[in-house]
């Protein structure tokens, strides 16, 4: 038992429940409690009910702090005092509370962290977990964020392609650390697991022999779903039994539902909205297909390949680190449907190549992306900032 722990503030802003939240969530609960007093201060829109991480941290008796990233939806108009306002709460927390570290995640949480964290004098970490440059206003809040990073004490990256851009940006490789994302390995039996499966796909009404495709996490554009949707109507037009799920929430839902209606398939496409539950759901699927126009190390993709479901993937990103194609998945050329839908068909038609991609994506994910191995290198990194 350690005399005195060390305190670390645990930025973020958990909107959607997606690849950040999920490895936040999971290492606020494994951490070592004897060492360390990690405080989560959470950057959240106030008007919005409901947030899931934050009824976790709840649910886990976990003490944290709430700052409102601006009083009111952008819709009801601008609010210009929103960055000053949120950055001198943080302020002040961070100096009130004597807290030892400051750990941030997402760019919101980086700028104004970071600046904080030199105005009080304490060692700043960041975890980088990518950067998604759809609009003008993100690729604006990046720039800050990467001029906020040269200053940074310790980045980790969850992926080499990352680590490789901030390089590229101007940052000392020398303190950026590459600690991909990991997760719980499922303790349930083959009998439990099966019966999991049964039950969700009755829940969906999926018929034995249909090929269950499934996707989760956020429909925005950086997760190239529309070609998952044009491989699935390719897939139909030749006759294939095939319907997909996409599980989770974002900005491209009605045109991805929009499109599915306008190319007749909106009955073999199933929209689920976000999901508390959604690992439940994974044991049914048969395919995981993840075609991202960029990605550090998605938590999704880990979590269908620790029940063994063989996963298609786009080549970017911090994916080809993981999937060995032919091995335990197979990795096709960004914005090809075609190719999705060549290895959908494949992996329906030959069981012997399934089962193999099935053992090797469970097998790599108990060898290479189990939770313990990330808290670890994580805790050290606050060690070595401490010594």
Not at 231 to 252: H, N, T
Request: glycine share 8%; net charge positive.
């Amino acid at each position: 038992m350690y005399d005195c722990k060390i305190k670390i503030a645990y930025v973020l802003t958990p909107i959607d429940f997606g690849g950040i939240e999920k490895v936040s969530l999971n290492f606020l609960k494994n951490f070592s409690t004897d060492k360390f007093e990690i405080v989560p201060i959470l950057l959240i829109r106030p008007w919005e009910d409901g947030n899931f991480f934050l009824q976790e941290i709840k649910n886990h008796k976990i003490r944290y702090h709430t700052i409102p990233v601006a009083i009111k939806p952008l819709d009801k108009g601008k609010d210009y005092l929103r960055i000053i306002r949120s950055f001198y709460r943080l302020f002040s927390i961070l100096r009130k509370g004597d807290f030892d570290i400051i750990h941030t995640n997402g760019y919101f949480a980086d700028i104004i962290g970071g600046i904080a964290a030199k105005m009080i004098q304490i060692p700043h970490v960041s975890t980088c977990h990518g950067f998604i440059e759809n609009d003008f206003k993100l690729r604006l809040y990046n720039l800050f964020d990467i001029f906020v990073l040269r200053f940074a004490d310790r980045i980790i990256s969850v992926a080499d392609s990352i680590k490789d851009k901030l390089i590229h940006k101007g940052i000392n490789g020398d303190k950026i650390s590459i600690i991909q994302n990991a997760v719980i390995v499922p303790t349930l039996t083959d009998v439990e697991i099966n019966e999991q499966r049964i039950s969700a796909r009755e829940q969906y009404n999926i018929n034995q022999e249909e090929i269950f495709v499934g996707y989760v996490g956020r429909l925005s554009k950086e997760k190239g779903l529309k070609y998952l949707l044009e491989a699935g109507i390719k897939l139909r037009s030749q006759g294939l039994l095939i319907k997909i799920i996409l599980i989770g929430d974002g900005p491209e839902r009605k045109a991805l539902e929009a499109s599915a209606c306008k190319n007749g398939i909106i009955q073999q496409v199933i929209f689920t909205g976000f999901q508390k539950n959604a690992i439940k759901i994974l044991p049914a699927i048969d395919l995981f297909v993840l075609p991202s126009l960029t990605e550090g190390t998605p938590m999704a993709l880990l979590e269908a390949m620790s029940f063994g479901i063989p996963p298609i993937a786009s080549r970017v990103g911090g994916i080809p680190k993981v999937i060995t194609s032919g091995e335990n998945g197979v990795l096709v050329t960004p914005e090809n449907s075609t190719e999705i839908a060549e290895f959908i068909l494949k992996l329906s038609e030959d069981n012997e190549y399934y089962m193999k991609l099935s053992r090797g994506a469970k097998n790599c994910i108990n060898e290479k992306y189990n939770l313990i191995g990330k808290v670890d290198s994580i805790e050290s990194i606050y060690l070595n900032l401490t010594i």
